[in-house]
């Protein structure tokens, strides 16, 4: 199995910046996996925010997010980052870490295979 916690969620003003961290644990975990990040507003299904491959050569962002948040993982430490710089109040959601049990790119959230419990990122006017 593999279990993923993410941190560094909070209340922002709209402009500022806040890093999430995911963390994976377990004997199955393995440095290849491609990871990714979505999120979910109230009422709203949980959408694609950013992807990263094992390696971190290849990366990929909702059209949403695209110039604003970064996506990084430190494969060291079994982390995967997500800069968000610019917030802006739409951005209020949870947030969840997955990750997709293969090596294989994708960005549908049917193909991940393991999830954190969420972060929640508030961004006030």
């Known amino acids: 199995q593999v279990q993923l916690v993410e941190s560094g969620g909070g209340l922002v003003q709209a402009g500022g910046s806040l890093r999430l961290s995911c963390t994976a644990s377990g004997r199955s975990f393995s440095r290849y996996y491609v990871m990714g990040w979505f999120r979910q507003a109230p009422g709203k299904e949980r959408e694609f925010v950013a992807a990263?491959?094992?390696?971190?050569?290849?990366?990929d962002y909702a059209d949403s997010v695209k110039g604003r948040f970064t996506i990084s993982r430190d494969n060291a430490k079994n982390t995967v980052y997500l800069q968000m710089d610019s917030l802006k109040p739409e951005d209020t959601a949870v947030y969840y870490c997955a990750a997709r049990r293969n090596s294989n790119w994708s960005l549908q959230r049917s193909t991940y295979d393991y999830w954190g419990q969420g972060t929640q990122v508030t961004v006030s006017a």
């Open positions: 990263i491959s094992g390696g971190g050569a290849l990366t």
